[in-house]
């Protein structure tokens, strides 16, 4: 039996960064100063080249578990030696709290190191590297710290033991808690000690608000819970873009060459994130994605890219051949090029996004009217493409079609655009919005294939998509079950894996036959089954899917549906949209009277 791949990580972020942390206690990923720079430890996608930050005993005989403290995005992790007398733990944590009324999130790693049972002897191997592997960082000791030099600011690890260990690679005993302070730019220029467990205190303290202020379901709200923790950190909060992933170049399946940098705000992305963050009530994060959705460029024809970088520039796609990839797969993407295509869903993607902004009364008129403009903007670029052939949401290099799924787009946004008009009491914006509409009903309809009762990928095509399941969604097909049931039937008959896992399509693409399962369609469809009153398939479903997770209740991108293992970027903020919005809409019918 081929056994079960799982992501063995966990991550810290404080929206500012993110780390990944291997339950050997390794830092595997972490990239500064930004989430799409330069990583400064990359073992993840080379273990030569990517430099190592590991706290190990000296016998390598020994097993770890590895948790997040309650409603936090602190990771423990704890090792045990097999002498059975001795253990440790190592608490991560990125600081986030409030300070001078703002946030503070500094560029700054914190791990505490202490003793459980016993003085077990410890190694603290801290080795930053720089230009993508290929320059390891030079340490140069100090009083009570280490600075390594070669990166462009300054990089240092500041503790509370002895800096002659760490340089020499020696064990010690540990007897008492220490802290380590890793910093990039601004170093520590304050006490150890005192100031790890202020930090440490007042991040467990933010994280813990922060989800009290929360609006979860019951609905296996725990789960829900730790979703929308990883969500979180995904949001730069710098600027509000919202990213698909921390990681690149993480294979969909091995082999496939389907290895693509995540650490981007794909516009159609933050759509689903932002419907989930507007579920929990955290409207500030909604604002900052408004703001940054407002600053970002267009072409001379004002079009926007599907993706930008987390300050809204371009990115070029670089091949780097000189790096091995994760479990040998190559080969490694920094940037993406998929912000070439042209992908015609994100205008009403954006125009849906912002809705809330305009038709929740908690926002005051005055504070959203001036960007009329915006929106007519928005509105003139789905006419313009109406009639255009493009990529689609699953970024089709080398095939262009008229996609169902950018229709319904066109639809949502135009019916979004309507109840904003009416919100700024903008005659012209209506009467366009509502001629938008009707076309883009007769673009989907042209979709419909009879002969199967189901809609098609695209027009003149009989190719299936899971995409079209956002028909039954986002209720395209209103009170009409029937209709919206012989749709989701004849996606089941095509597209649907066991254990509830689903495709996104089966017919070739530029790179062959997909070979694993997207999981956010598995969400999707489960998040249809119960808009279709199916709502114990649903429930069972669900249940079904929670099990694709990795210790740490984290989702992949892919699954592979006869292994159960995880595939894709990791975590995939995509996936734990799906799984939220989809428990968001179980929960809602089991609120109902007649489901209870």
């Known amino acids: 039996m081929t056994k079960r791949h799982l992501y063995g990580t966990g991550l810290i972020g404080n929206c500012a960064y993110i780390a990944h942390i291997e339950k050997n206690t390794n830092i595997s990923w972490l990239c500064f100063p930004r989430f799409d720079s330069d990583f400064i430890f990359g073992g993840m996608l080379d273990r030569e080249k990517g430099g190592e930050f590991s706290i190990l005993p000296e016998e390598n005989a020994f097993t770890t578990q590895q948790e997040y403290l309650e409603n936090t995005n602190i990771l423990k992790t704890t090792v045990i030696l097999d002498n059975g007398e001795e253990a440790y733990s190592v608490t991560d944590f990125a600081p986030r709290f409030m300070n001078f009324e703002r946030y503070h999130k500094p560029l700054m790693v914190i791990r505490k190191v202490e003793p459980i049972s016993g003085e077990p002897k410890i190694k603290i191997n801290c080795k930053p590297v720089t230009n993508r592997g290929n320059k390891k960082l030079k340490p140069s000791?100090?009083?009570?710290?280490?600075?390594?030099l070669g990166a462009e600011q300054e990089v240092r690890l500041t503790a509370n033991c002895s800096v002659n260990y760490i340089m020499e690679d020696r064990a010690f005993r540990l007897q008492?808690?220490?802290?380590?302070?890793?910093?990039?730019?601004?170093?520590?220029?304050?006490?150890?000690?005192?100031?790890?467990?202020?930090?440490?205190?007042?991040?467990?303290?933010?994280w813990r608000e922060w989800v009290k202020s929360t609006s979860i379901p019951h609905f296996y709200q725990k789960l829900v819970v730790r979703s929308a923790l990883a969500l979180k950190i995904h949001q730069f909060e710098d600027t509000g873009a919202i990213i698909a992933a921390s990681t690149t170049s993480l294979p969909e399946?091995?082999?496939?060459?389907?290895?693509?940098?995540?650490?981007?705000?794909?516009?159609?992305?933050?759509?689903?994130?932002?419907?989930?963050?507007?579920?929990?009530?955290?409207?500030?994060?909604?604002?900052?994605?408004?703001?940054?959705?407002?600053n970002l460029p267009t072409n001379a024809n004002g079009?926007?890219?599907?993706?930008?970088?987390?300050t809204g520039s371009a990115l070029l796609e670089e091949?780097?051949?000189?790096?091995?990839?994760?479990?040998?797969?190559?080969?490694?993407?920094?940037?993406?090029?998929?912000?070439?295509?042209?992908?015609?869903?994100?205008?009403?993607?954006?125009?849906?996004?912002?809705?809330?902004?305009?038709?929740?009364?908690?926002?005051?008129?005055?504070?959203?009217?001036?960007?009329?403009?915006?929106?007519?903007?928005?509105?003139?670029?789905?006419?313009?493409?109406?009639n255009e052939k493009d990529a689609g949401l699953w970024e089709f290099r080398n095939l262009a079609q008229e996609h169902c799924y950018t229709f319904i787009f066109h639809w949502a946004g135009s019916c979004a655009a309507i109840k904003i008009a009416d919100r700024l009491q903008d005659s012209s914006m209506k009467e366009k919005a509502e001629k938008l509409r009707l076309q883009s009903i007769e673009k989907i309809e042209a979709c419909y294939v009879p002969e199967m009762k189901a809609y098609a990928q695209a027009i003149g095509t009989k190719n299936m998509d899971a995409s079209t399941l956002q028909l039954i969604t986002m209720g395209y097909f209103g009170n009409d079950i029937e209709r919206a049931n012989n749709h989701l039937k004849m996606l089941e008959k095509d597209l649907l894996a066991k254990d509830y896992l689903f495709y996104r399509y089966?017919?070739?693409?530029?790179?062959?036959?997909?070979?694993?399962?997207?999981?956010?369609?598995?969400?999707?469809?489960?998040?249809?089954?119960?808009?279709?009153?199916?709502?114990?398939?649903?429930?069972?479903?669900?249940?079904?899917?929670?099990?694709?997770?990795?210790?740490?209740?984290?989702?992949?991108?892919d699954v592979d549906h006869e292994t159960g293992s995880q595939w894709g970027n990791f975590p995939q903020a995509y996936s734990h949209v799906g799984l939220m919005n989809a428990a968001y809409r179980i929960g809602q019918k089991l609120d109902r009277p007649n489901f209870l």
């Not at 000791?141 to 390594?148: K, L, P």
């Not at 794909?266 to 940054?292: A, C, K, M, P």
Request: aromatic content about 16%; overall charge negative.
């Open 319 to 386: 091949e780097l051949s000189d790096l091995s990839g994760y479990l040998g797969n190559q080969p490694v993407r920094f940037g993406n090029q998929a912000y070439t295509h042209i992908q015609n869903d994100l205008y009403g993607q954006v125009l849906v996004s912002l809705l809330p902004l305009y038709a929740d009364k908690r926002f005051i008129e005055s504070e959203k009217s001036h960007s009329a403009p915006f929106i007519h903007n928005l509105l003139d670029k789905i006419e313009e493409t109406m």
């Open 506 to 557: 089966k017919h070739m693409d530029d790179f062959g036959v997909p070979e694993t399962t997207f999981l956010i369609c598995a969400f999707w469809y489960i998040e249809a089954l119960a808009c279709v009153n199916r709502l114990d398939e649903a429930v069972e479903g669900f249940e079904t899917l929670t099990k694709y997770c990795n210790h740490l209740q984290l989702f992949s991108e």
């Open 141 to 148: 000791m100090n009083s009570n710290h280490i600075e390594f």
């Open 176 to 206: 008492r808690p220490i802290y380590l302070f890793f910093t990039y730019g601004q170093p520590l220029e304050a006490p150890v000690e005192s100031t790890a467990e202020r930090f440490l205190q007042a991040t467990t303290q933010y």
């Open 253 to 294: 399946s091995p082999g496939s060459t389907r290895n693509w940098d995540y650490r981007y705000c794909w516009i159609r992305d933050s759509y689903y994130t932002l419907n989930v963050f507007n579920s929990l009530g955290h409207f500030q994060e909604l604002e900052r994605y408004f703001e940054y959705i407002q």
């Open 303 to 310: 079009r926007y890219q599907p993706l930008y970088s987390i």
